[in-house]
C-alpha cells in the first residue's frame, strides 16, 4: 500500500505561481508512475482531469494541453516524494488537486490505483 499526501495549495494572484508536493509512503515510491488530476467546483469525482503524469524513472511526461508550459511535474525518488510547479496561473486552474499513483505501465487511461485527499488551489483574478 502506498499513502499520498499533497501540499502547497493555496491562494494566488493570475498570474503567480505555486509548487504542490506529493509525500508518498508506506512503500518505496520509485516503482510508482505519479500523475496530477484536479477537479475544478462543482464538477463530479468523475470529471476529475489528468492534469500531468510522469513514469516510475521520470524518464516520461505528459501534460493536458491546458497546462503545457505553464506546469512542470517532477519526482524525486530519493525523497519519495512527487511535485508539479505551477507557473502563470490562470483563474480556470482554480480546482482541488489530487496525487495519484499506480505501476501499471502508460501515463494516460487506465486506473490510478492510489489517491491523496487532495490540496485546493484557488486563483483570483
Known amino acids: 500500500q502506498v499513502q499520498l499526501v499533497e501540499s502547497g495549495g493555496g491562494l494566488v494572484q493570475a498570474g503567480g505561481s505555486l509548487r504542490l508536493s506529493c509525500a508518498a509512503s508506506g512503500r518505496t515510491f520509485n516503482s510508482y508512475a505519479m500523475a496530477w488530476f484536479r477537479q475544478a467546483p462543482g464538477k463530479e469525482r468523475e470529471e476529475r482531469e489528468l492534469?500531468?503524469?510522469?513514469?516510475?524513472?521520470?524518464?516520461?511526461?505528459y501534460y493536458s494541453s491546458s497546462v503545457k508550459v505553464r506546469f512542470t511535474i517532477s519526482k524525486d525518488n530519493t525523497k519519495n516524494t512527487g511535485y508539479l510547479q505551477m507557473n502563470s496561473l490562470k483563474p480556470e486552474d482554480t480546482a482541488t488537486y489530487y496525487c495519484a499513483g499506480r505501476t501499471s505501465v502508460g501515463l494516460v487511461g487506465g486506473r490510478w490505483d492510489y489517491w491523496g485527499k487532495g490540496t485546493l488551489v484557488t486563483v483570483s483574478s
Open positions: 492534469v500531468a503524469a510522469i513514469s516510475w524513472s521520470g524518464g516520461a511526461t
